[in-house]
């Protein structure tokens, strides 16, 4: 059964820090994009940052550059996402999702969801 946990979602204040984590079993993460989408609420979900495979590409959403690093350890077959500088904007369901190689915008192409976690940002 291939799967992927999300944790390290929480309540922080405005400013704050969070470092979420994408875990991944039943599969190596070695050949596949990992994408970390959000969804506030009555909002569309979307994308927030892309890394690629090998680590070497990454993207992110306006809205969160800057402040918002991706980063990998596959020997830990595990996605970490560094959210500094918190704002209430934030706040939403963080999902991590994975396709092969390349990342993409489109969260349709990714075949592997995880259940998402919980992120608010308020005082």
């Known amino acids: 059964q291939l799967q992927l946990v999300e944790s390290g979602g929480g309540l922080v204040q405005p400013g704050g820090s969070l470092r979420l984590s994408c875990a991944a079993s039943?599969?190596?993460?070695?050949?596949?994009?990992i994408g970390w989408f959000r969804q506030a609420p009555g909002k569309e979900r979307e994308m927030v940052s892309c890394i690629k495979l090998n680590g070497g590409s990454t993207n992110y959403a306006d809205s969160v550059k800057g402040r918002f690093t991706i980063s990998r350890d596959n020997a830990k077959n595990t996605v970490y996402l560094q959210m500094n500088s918190l704002k209430p904007e934030d706040t939403a369901i963080y999902y991590c999702a994975a396709k092969f190689y390349t990342c993409s915008g489109d969260e349709g192409a990714y075949p592997y969801w995880g259940l998402g976690t919980q992120v608010t940002v308020s005082s």
């Open positions: 039943g599969f190596s993460m070695s050949y596949y994009a």
